[in-house]
């Protein structure tokens, strides 16, 4: 019996669990997401769904997406709206509730998507929608972007979230719910309604007092997903009191929140479990925020949404559980060398094959290929393997032929992401004739699937310790693709020398000097070990490359899935199962 029958058996038909999420990654053709945290958002709901969780959740619809990204022979990134059906995929809910903004009445109304798990579960998600009759002009376009406008339209749209969609909820008849998961501090405000909701059944109350602060703390668990400053969203006090109001303000104070609005912060101050998303970034989060005792729950993926269509088969045929248990992967250790390797090279034909067919690069069938596909951002260091381009194509010449694929888009006002897409681009064309780059445009699931199964090895190169956990690496590793990456993140967790991948770096010491010296000292370890171990296993061992593809499998692929995340969240944050066994 899972946990979520568990729970079920206990009396626990109705959700008790409500997921909040800016973004959520529910389908590839929905652009309702942006990146990493929006598609592990999706990844835990589908986990949800497979355990059979008792969970609802709760983001915004974004009509025009996050943006449709187009890119010139240069490289310079356009942005435009994504256009979407969304009645193909979501059933509009005959429900509205309606929120204060900046003392007008707004409207919200909600799409509901299915998501069902291996085992017969199910999880509803709503997606808040504010384009309504009743809206003024500007109101209805308050879920439209995801990310976008100033910072008055980005509050506005976590006063949707959080306010909007714990009011939805309600309106909705979940009234048995237990606890409150913020996906991130945009849904932060969700502690104000909160608290909102307990101060109305005490109308004598003028003040919160703290009694009612800790009943809040209680019910909400709060996951920090960066250590990057621009991933928590603060806002000014005088936009705050603009947005929220006088009275909601105060209440921000009750909270000891005092200085502006710091979305993170209100986050920590009302939640009972914090937690980062690795060993690594947990201790960075403690030194960010003293004062709150911040846990680690380790990312993870959805191994059958991410393995490729030959993983699938082949998991199929030697591990017949796999898919309502993502542990089970532990025993691809046992399946046949050849057939691992047959499964590897039609995932890899296919991304070639795309990869041709959308740049015109030239790609190879039996060439080495690296891919390398993430958010493009500057601290991401996408451009690393470039640091001394002649010593690459040297080393690309003399141990054997190389290949490397890129995608990624960069938010639309970061413009040194934008410009690591372009120097990219550069670069692609100096290589020309000596080694085959190319850069896929609109990064999206689909693209990212083939990527992350088509490569050979896994490259990523962030600046420790920007690197909060980083899933990319684990679709990767679902589908036998050992990773060479920075030691940041998931992979100190993930990484065995020679047995999982190869590290970047790993004489940590030796990178911390100044002036641009991390740079040359993971450029210099990053040449060594693909021309001294990557390049010669490939090429001239190839059976010992299909062991460290078996293991990436059965260490990394069955340890770093969500539904083994989503468990403990479960034991250690929501705290449910002994709860409600007690009761049954």
Same mark, same amino acid.
């Given at each position: 019996?899972?946990?979520?029958?568990?729970?079920?058996?206990?009396?626990?038909?109705?959700?008790?669990?409500?997921?909040?999420?800016?973004?959520?990654?529910?389908?590839?053709?929905?652009?309702?997401?942006?990146?990493?945290?929006?598609? %592990?958002?999706?990844?835990?709901?589908?986990?949800?769904?497979?355990?059979?969780?008792?969970?609802?959740?709760?983001?915004?619809?974004?009509?025009?997406? *996050?943006?449709?990204?187009?890119?010139?022979?240069?490289?310079?990134?356009?942005?435009?709206?994504?256009?979407?059906? =969304?009645?193909?995929?979501?059933?509009?809910?005959?429900?509205?509730?309606?929120?204060?903004?900046?003392?007008?009445?707004?409207?919200?109304?909600?799409?509901?998507?299915?998501?069902?798990?291996?085992?017969?579960?199910?999880?509803?998600?709503?997606?808040?929608?504010?384009?309504?009759?009743?809206?003024?002009?500007?109101?209805?376009?308050?879920?439209?972007?995801?990310?976008?406008?100033?910072?008055?339209?980005?509050?506005?749209?976590?006063?949707?979230?959080? =306010?909007?969609? *714990?009011?939805?909820?309600?309106?909705?008849?979940?009234?048995?719910?237990?606890?409150?998961?913020?996906? /991130?501090?945009?849904?932060?405000?969700?502690?104000?309604?909160?608290?909102?909701?307990?101060?109305?059944?005490?109308?004598? /109350?003028?003040?919160?007092?703290?009694?009612?602060?800790?009943?809040?703390?209680?019910?909400?668990?709060?996951?920090?997903?960066?250590?990057?400053?621009?991933?928590?969203?603060?806002?000014?006090?005088?936009?705050?009191?603009?947005?929220?109001?006088?009275?909601?303000?105060?209440?921000l104070k009750a909270c000891d929140h005092e200085h502006g609005l710091n979305m993170t912060q209100?986050?920590?101050? !009302?939640?009972?479990?914090?937690?980062?998303?690795?060993?690594?970034?947990?201790?960075?989060?403690?030194?960010?925020?003293?004062?709150?005792?911040?846990?680690?729950?380790?990312?993870?993926?959805?191994?059958?949404?991410?393995?490729?269509?030959? $993983?699938?088969?082949?998991?199929?045929?030697?591990?017949?559980?796999?898919?309502?248990?993502?542990?089970?992967?532990?025993?691809?250790?046992?399946?046949?060398?050849?057939?691992?390797?047959?499964?590897?090279?039609?995932?890899?034909?296919?991304?070639?094959?795309?990869?041709?067919?959308?740049?015109?690069?030239? $790609?190879?069938?039996?060439?080495?290929?690296?891919?390398?596909?993430?958010?493009?951002?500057?601290?991401?260091? !996408?451009?690393?393997? +470039?640091?001394?381009?002649?010593?690459?194509?040297?080393?690309?010449?003399?141990?054997?032929?190389?290949? =490397?694929? $890129?995608?990624?888009?960069?938010?639309?006002?970061?413009?040194? &992401?934008?410009?690591?897409?372009?120097?990219?681009?550069?670069?692609?064309?100096?290589?020309? &004739?000596?080694?085959?780059?190319a850069y896929l445009p609109n990064y999206d699931m689909t693209i990212a699937k083939l990527v992350?199964?088509?490569?050979?090895?896994?490259l990523n190169t962030p600046l420790p310790p920007r690197e909060a956990s980083g899933t990319s690496?684990?679709?990767?590793?679902?589908?036998?693709?050992?990773?060479?990456?920075?030691?940041?993140?998931?992979?100190?967790?993930?990484?065995?020398?020679?047995?999982?991948?190869?590290?970047? &770096?790993?004489?940590?010491?030796?990178?911390?000097?100044?002036?641009?010296?991390?740079?040359?000292?993971?450029?210099? /370890?990053?040449?060594?070990?693909?021309?001294?171990?990557?390049?010669?296993?490939?090429?001239?061992?190839?059976?010992? $490359? =299909?062991?460290?593809?078996?293991?990436?499998?059965? %260490?990394?692929?069955?340890? +770093?899935?969500?539904?083994?995340?989503?468990?403990?969240?479960?034991?250690?944050?929501?705290?449910?199962?002994? /709860? *409600?066994?007690?009761?049954?």
């Open positions: 019996m899972t946990d979520g029958q568990l729970l079920k058996a206990a009396g626990a038909e109705q959700p008790l669990v409500a997921y909040f999420s800016m973004e959520i990654g529910l389908d590839p053709s929905m652009p309702t997401y942006a990146g990493g945290l929006g598609v %592990l958002a999706g990844d835990t709901i589908r986990s949800a769904a497979d355990l059979d969780i008792p969970m609802v959740a709760v983001t915004l619809l974004h009509r025009r997406g *996050y943006f449709y990204q187009r890119l010139d022979e240069r490289g310079v990134q356009h942005e435009e709206p994504v256009a979407w059906p =969304i009645n193909d995929f979501c059933n509009r809910v005959n429900q509205h509730v309606t929120v204060e903004i900046e003392n007008r009445t707004v409207y919200v109304g909600a799409w509901q998507f299915r998501v069902r798990g291996e085992s017969g579960g199910e999880v509803l998600v709503y997606l808040l929608d504010t384009d309504l009759p009743e809206n003024q002009p500007w109101d209805r376009t308050l879920t439209d972007r995801l990310y976008g406008g100033d910072d008055y339209y980005r509050l506005c749209q976590e006063v949707v979230l959080g =306010i909007g969609g *714990y009011r939805m909820l309600r309106a909705l008849g979940y009234g048995h719910l237990r606890r409150f998961h913020m996906n /991130e501090g945009h849904a932060a405000l969700l502690v104000l309604a909160l608290l909102e909701e307990k101060l109305a059944s005490r109308t004598q /109350e003028q003040t919160v007092p703290p009694d009612l602060i800790d009943a809040v703390r209680e019910q909400c668990v709060f996951t920090t997903h960066t250590p990057v400053p621009a991933g928590h969203d603060q806002f000014p006090p005088d936009l705050g009191h603009r947005v929220l109001g006088d009275r909601r303000c105060s209440w209100l986050a920590l101050r !009302g939640s009972r479990f914090v937690n980062g998303v690795a060993m690594k970034h947990g201790e960075v989060s403690n030194s960010l925020f003293p004062g709150y005792p911040i846990h680690s729950i380790t990312n993870g993926v959805h191994a059958v949404t991410w393995a490729a269509l030959p $993983f699938q088969s082949l998991y199929d045929k030697h591990l017949p559980d796999w898919r309502r248990d993502h542990l089970s992967l532990r025993y691809a250790i046992k399946i046949p060398a050849q057939e691992i390797w047959d499964a590897h090279v039609t995932a890899r034909r296919a991304l070639v094959d795309y990869v041709n067919r959308e740049t015109n690069a030239g $790609f190879d069938r039996d060439v080495l290929t690296i891919g390398c596909a993430r958010r493009a951002a500057a601290y991401k260091r !996408g451009t690393l393997i +470039f640091h001394d381009i002649e010593r690459l194509a040297t080393i690309a010449e003399q141990g054997g032929p190389i290949q =490397i694929v $890129f995608a990624g888009k960069a938010h639309p006002r970061d413009q040194d &992401g934008k410009d690591v897409i372009r120097r990219i681009h550069e670069f692609r064309d100096h290589l020309r &004739g000596k080694m085959a780059v992350c199964a088509g490569a050979d090895v896994w690496g684990m679709k990767a590793a679902v589908n036998g693709v050992p990773s060479f990456s920075v030691l940041d993140g998931w992979w100190i967790e993930g990484h065995v020398e020679d047995v999982t991948g190869w590290s970047i &770096g790993d004489r940590v010491d030796a990178c911390m000097e100044p002036n641009g010296g991390m740079d040359a000292c993971h450029a210099a /370890e990053l040449y060594y070990k693909l021309e001294e171990k990557i390049l010669p296993c490939f090429y001239r061992d190839r059976a010992r $490359f =299909i062991e460290i593809m078996r293991h990436a499998i059965a %260490l990394n692929g069955g340890f +770093f899935n969500t539904q083994r995340m989503v468990s403990q969240y479960l034991h250690n944050a929501y705290r449910l199962t002994g /709860e *409600y066994v007690r009761r049954g």
